[in-house]
């Protein structure tokens, strides 16, 4: 029994006059419902073959693998095996982006077309910009339709989204965006798809106050937005002893959830948090047992590694970094990619009885506060929006030493200009909402720090409660 109600049943004629890009994610949304259950190695078997197709594709048409492809001696129709397919070489952010030019396909196969770029950098500070096409729109917005379903989200409820402004809006746009707006509908996307009730969007710079205002003020059923800005929500709603009596449940995006935020915000708010692993490289990877028994890999779509320090799968309970093949992107292949993100593998079969892999837990993206004068604390990811427009650096790291001081360490590229130093100092003086002494360093690379990852963004200050 399908989980969504559809504004038209699918043999209607209204349901056969949709768009086709919408009949398809329907199509695709009920494969998935079915191929969920399929045996683990009847999956495996389903993402060879994908694998097979994408390499063929990439031997041909994509120069960065005609090229490694000849020199490593790998015939992609020989992969018939995740052992053979082992052979294929790991490619790190870094390699990607400085191959990224000869990453693009130079023909892509009939029916697939680019769509979009997006831009992501992780949290190591080297930002990619990524081709999409309709066919990884396709799977996004199936990947979706799965999620919410295992979530339990049902459209007919009202969402209020708080996140980031949509890079593409007109300044009366954005000016609207900052102090909220009503569309019509959850997914303009599969508009005449689905019954669902009204969709609510905030700026995610507005302060958390006015946030929480605007929240009360519409009271939806469904609240998404980042953990590190839902956790200021959090800690506000406490101090106000307030509520939002339609709550059913809350989805996180953005950054990783830990457990200590996620139980301050279901204390806070009452309700159960989804959180999901979605990343520009891939688009949905993994999302929550709906029996919560951890997370499962939209194996479908993205054929996910986690790897010991060998190189070697990591068994049930072993902790290793994820390294993805985004099946579906012939554009701009994400073949065996390092996306700079730990997982903890699960059991080898789900107590639920789906044949997808099981991760115990994702050890992602997330980043720290940063500290203003005023004793506010402010989600720094926000600082990011302004620095991805500037363009010109091949990597970036910001570090808050004291209240009124920071340092941008930047790698340039061969779009930097001599305006850039100024335009970063603006950048970091209108996040801190004052006059800041900002270092703008130019580095040739930044350093790894001995015990770990390099961080995109840090705060040096002692912490502070929330
Ligand atoms: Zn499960």
Redesign the pocket.
């Known amino acids: 029994m399908p989980f969504f109600t559809l504004q038209h049943p699918i043999d209607s004629p209204e349901a056969a006059a949709l768009p086709q890009p919408v009949k398809d994610v329907w199509t695709q949304y009920r494969i998935l419902d079915h191929s969920q259950w399929l045996s683990a190695a009847e999956i495996v078997e389903h993402q060879l073959h994908e694998v097979r197709d994408l390499l063929q594709h990439c031997q041909q048409h994509v120069p960065f693998y005609s090229r490694l492809l000849r020199q490593d001696n790998i015939v992609p129709d020989e992969i018939r095996t995740l052992t053979d397919f082992r052979r294929l070489r790991i490619i790190s952010r870094r390699v990607w982006q400085e191959h990224a030019t000869e990453l693009r396909a130079q023909q892509l196969p009939p029916g697939h077309w680019l769509t979009a770029k997006s831009t992501t950098s992780g949290t190591s500070g080297v930002p990619l910009e990524v081709l999409q096409t309709n066919i990884v729109h396709r799977w996004w917005w199936a990947c979706n339709l799965r999620d919410l379903e295992w979530g339990g989200f049902d459209p007919r409820g009202t969402l209020a989204g708080i996140r980031p402004p949509v890079r593409t809006f007109a300044p009366e746009e954005l000016r609207q965006y900052q102090s909220g707006v009503t569309y019509a509908e959850w997914f303009p996307g599969l508009s005449g798809l689905l019954q669902t009730a009204p969709c609510y969007g905030l700026d995610i710079q507005q302060e958390p106050a006015k946030q929480l205002a605007w929240l009360r003020g519409i009271s939806p059923n469904y609240l998404l937005s980042y953990p590190s800005n839902l956790d200021m929500l959090a800690n506000l709603l406490q101090d106000q002893q307030a509520s939002l009596p339609g709550l059913r449940a809350i989805q996180t995006i953005g950054e990783s959830l830990t457990p200590e935020v996620r139980s301050r915000i279901e204390a806070a708010f009452g309700v159960p948090v989804k959180d999901q692993y979605t990343c520009a490289e891939a688009g949905y990877v993994a999302s929550p047992?709906?029996?919560g028994?951890?997370y499962?890999v939209h194996a479908e779509h993205v054929l996910l590694e986690v790897l010991d320090s060998d190189d070697q799968p990591c068994a049930p309970g072993e902790t290793g970094r994820l390294v993805l093949t985004a099946l579906h992107n012939f554009l701009n292949p994400f073949i065996r990619y390092e996306i700079q993100d730990d997982a903890t593998v699960g059991a080898t079969a789900?107590?639920?009885?789906?044949g997808?892999p099981?991760l115990k837990s994702i050890e992602g993206k997330s980043r720290p506060y940063f500290q203003l004068a005023d004793g506010r604390l402010k989600t720094s990811s926000n600082i990011l929006f302004g620095l991805y427009d500037l363009q010109g650096f091949r990597q970036y790291q910001i570090i808050q030493q004291a209240l009124d001081r920071v340092t941008v360490r930047v790698v340039p590229d061969q779009n930097w200009t001599a305006a850039h130093p100024d335009r970063i100092r603006q950048v970091v003086d209108e996040f801190f909402e004052q006059p800041i002494s900002t270092e703008v360093e130019i580095v040739a690379r930044i350093e790894r720090p001995a015990s770990g990852k390099v961080r995109d963004l840090i705060c040096e200050l002692p912490p502070r409660t929330l």
Do not use: A, T, V
Not at 350 to 354: A, E, I, Y
């Open positions: 047992c709906p029996d028994h951890g499962h789900c107590l639920c009885g789906r997808l099981l």
